[in-house]
């Protein structure tokens, strides 16, 4: 296993984030074409991510060739140095597809393997091309929006949190995402539903959301933002599946998440 600095990997994924980023911004001002449907008729996936996973992992060969790479849209490989890349090239491809200007870059690096429940995130960039905001965390280095130092509130005030939440692209699932909004409602101020999960993370580490709760996440979709997230102070968690496989994500500043977890369970 090859020793590795956080920081220099950080900085390797803000480099590459935003090269992608611009990838993918262009190719969205030039039009979109729909390539295939991933794991439901309405979860798309573009040309643009297959072009930006493809740049991001080509970058990588140069870089850090004994690396290993977890990607959303090719084939994994495990490496040899014990670090891998876990890269989500257009997170939120949806609203990238319809034009609503909400999709990030992501991109991890971890130690260990390729299993969440069991990698340590050393590194992570999640860049948003629309605003040209560019969150980034090396472990034990906090967390940042460009050069600002990101620290999450300990608690919330007697109005309610405000929470974040997506839905899953299967139809089936769709009663038990409402019913555990249901669930939370009597903690919440309001509900925010804004179609990239990184983004939405991203959004706890920086004090604009208190909560984001979700069932379904791939590795890919919360392996940058939930190092963010944590580096800020928050708590961050992956909790059980239910019945149909899909783990429950769970992130928020610290007087909110125990509440939040209890709630969001069935």
């Not at 257009?90 to 299993?115: C, K, L, R, W």
């Amino acid at each position: 296993m090859t020793d590795a600095d956080p920081r220099e990997l950080e900085n390797i994924g803000i480099d590459l984030a935003r090269e992608a980023g611009q990838l993918a911004r262009e190719r969205r001002s030039a039009g979109v074409s729909i390539a295939a449907t991933k794991s439901a008729l309405a979860d798309i996936v573009t040309d643009a991510d297959r072009e930006v996973e493809a740049l991001i992992r080509s970058r990588l060969r140069e870089l850090r060739p004994a690396d290993g790479f977890l990607g959303e849209e090719s084939d994994a490989d495990p490496g040899r140095s014990g670090i891998t890349w876990v890269v989500d090239p257009i997170d939120g491809t949806v609203n990238y597809a319809y034009g609503i200007p909400f999709y990030a870059v992501s991109i991890a690096a971890v130690q260990g393997t390729s299993d969440p429940q069991t990698w340590t995130a050393l590194a992570g960039a999640v860049y948003v091309p629309s605003l040209d905001e560019m969150f980034h965390a090396a472990r034990g280095s906090g967390a940042w929006l460009g050069d600002r130092r990101l620290y999450v509130e300990a608690d919330v005030s007697a109005a309610g949190a405000l929470l974040a939440t997506g839905f899953g692209y299967d139809p089936a699932t769709h009663a038990g995402d409402l019913g555990r909004v249901a669930r939370v409602m009597p903690i919440a101020r309001d509900i925010r539903r804004m179609g990239a999960a990184s983004i939405d993370l991203c959004s706890v580490a920086a004090g604009r959301v208190d909560g984001y709760f979700e069932r379904g996440l791939k590795p890919w979709d919360h392996a940058a933002a939930a190092l963010i997230v944590t580096e800020a102070g928050g708590r961050f968690a992956l909790l059980p599946a239910d019945d149909t496989g899909r783990v429950l994500v769970i992130a928020a500043v610290p007087g909110v998440f125990d509440r939040l977890s209890t709630l969001a369970q069935p």
